[in-house]
């Protein structure tokens, strides 16, 4: 039997996560296990995903994002 890809993500139960521009799709498609999502970025996370079209808002975005990384997230 193959992983889910939140497996081969690395994501386990009860991680705390962040997923920034997440298209409903992509989610369902990557068979969650059970996760503490927050729709806010306050506080420090286990996993943070940001979803983008552009290197631009990559830019702009992900140095916001990384000081809420918890020390061993990803």
Do not use: C, I, W
Not at 9 to 36: D, I, T, V, Y
Not at 60 to 74: A, I
């Amino acid at each position: 039997m193959s992983k889910t890809v939140s497996r081969k993500m690395g994501l386990k139960e009860g991680m705390r996560a962040f997923f920034q521009n997440a298209p409903a799709s992509a989610l369902r498609a990557m068979k969650l296990p059970e996760l503490n999502t927050s729709q806010t970025l306050r506080g420090e996370f286990d996993y943070l995903h940001l979803f983008t079209t552009s290197q631009a808002e990559m830019d702009k975005v992900f140095p916001e994002l990384m000081r809420h990384l918890k020390q061993t997230g990803m």
